[in-house]
């Protein structure tokens, strides 16, 4: 039995380049099929076959918005639209970031050996941080914010609101400089790690009697394995080791206090956060702040790989929607040159081994379990 070749376009979003279109692979005359999908897909088994019901192996490869190659086969049926039954897509990184036209080295490229998922565990590519502060001051006044980090100090905004990014595994110093109409004029500087899973600010509740500025202190921290807990609070009247202390500013002039927390967990790492005290019942200002980092997902991990599964009525999952457990792996068993598709692309034919878990955008999963695959792809 002989089945035509036929073309589909791959509509790729965010390719640097233009997209080479996918081209269904022949199989052999036998009808014996050159590539496959065999394994339990949410505990059903799932035999998907090139040139049975319509099947048939798409290749194609683009360099995307960051200069990463990427490889894509796709066993589906041809013309398939959302009552069609599993189509499952397999995206394989290149090495590296590439220049427009740079040749790509394919021994490293498409090897033998386990991939990476590209998921939720890859680190970041950098963190979206949304900075506001804490009291609900008139926004059209003066605010300033500003990032410290090794290279230097940069105004980053002039909004009462802010957001901007920074890249992981390095420390930054954020500062609000406020300045009312009614001339307060004062700052006050953080420090983070954009990607630390410790972090810490300060809560503070105030009663307030007379001259009298007393506060309750609490420290705010993700984490639950504090072994020391250190506050000074900008008065030289005492310090405190509790979680939640208590104290009490007497001024001799009225001015700011700069409270301090220095937090140390079990395994040593340490975290700093500050808060800012007005003792002037005059003027109910300050410069404190809060910082909110949002993970940008690295999808363009090196040498990694993504599982796409598109169900029966069409809803989609990817491994990059989710973090895998420890029972996930991806292995290429073997890879060989195969024929060239229909746009005259040479192809390579990869042997793959694979369990994993995908996830849509719904927060559905399904398991792929004990699965093989023949995939190919194509390349330039």
């Not at 020391?228 to 509790?242: A, C, H, I, V």
Request: hydrophobic fraction near 30%; proline fraction near 3%; include cysteine.
């Amino acid at each position: 039995m002989t089945f035509n070749t036929k073309h589909i376009v791959a509509v790729l979003l965010g390719c640097f380049l233009v997209a080479c279109k996918k081209e269904p692979l022949p199989v052999e005359e036998s009808g014996v099929p050159k590539f496959y999908f065999k394994g339990e897909v949410d505990n059903v088994n799932v035999n998907l076959e090139a040139g049975n019901n319509n099947y048939f192996m798409n290749t194609s490869h683009y360099q995307d918005t960051t200069g990463v190659h990427v490889f894509s086969g796709k066993l589906s049926k041809d013309n398939c639209d959302s009552t069609c039954d599993y189509s499952i897509t397999i995206l394989l990184n290149d090495t590296k970031v590439s220049k427009p036209n740079e040749s790509i080295d394919l021994k490293n490229a498409l090897r033998t050996g386990e991939y990476l998922f590209n998921d939720e565990n890859l680190e970041p590519l950098y963190y979206k941080v949304l900075v506001n502060p804490v009291s609900e001051y008139n926004a059209s006044e003066n605010f300033t914010w500003r990032l410290i980090n090794a290279n230097g100090e940069y105004i980053i905004s002039e909004k009462y609101h802010s957001e901007f990014y920074l890249n992981a595994n390095e420390i930054y110093k954020i500062k609000l400089s406020y300045k009312s109409s009614t001339e307060c004029d004062t700052s006050l500087t953080n420090i983070f790690k954009a990607n630390s899973a410790f972090q810490t600010t300060i809560n503070a509740s105030r009663d307030n009697s007379g001259f009298q500025y007393a506060y309750n202190f609490k420290a705010v921290t993700n984490s639950t394995n504090i072994s020391k807990y250190e506050w000074s609070f900008g008065d030289n009247s005492g310090t405190s080791s509790l979680a939640s202390p208590n104290h009490s500013f007497q001024p001799k002039a009225y001015g700011f206090y700069v409270v301090k927390l220095k937090l140390t967990d079990v395994k040593g790492d340490t975290c700093i956060s500050y808060y800012q005290i007005n003792a002037n019942p005059d003027k109910n200002c300050h410069a404190n702040f809060v910082a909110d980092f949002i993970k940008v997902p690295n999808y363009r991990g090196y040498s990694a790989v993504t599982v796409i599964v598109t169900k029966p009525g069409g809803e989609v999952y990817s491994t990059r929607n989710t973090i895998q457990p420890k029972t996930s792996f991806f292995e290429v068993l073997s890879v060989s040159d195969y024929d060239s598709n229909s746009k005259g692309e040479p192809t390579k034919q990869l042997k793959i081994k694979l369990n994993c878990l995908v996830k849509s955008k719904n927060s559905n999963t399904l398991d792929i379990k004990n699965a093989e695959a023949v995939f190919a792809v194509s390349y330039k």
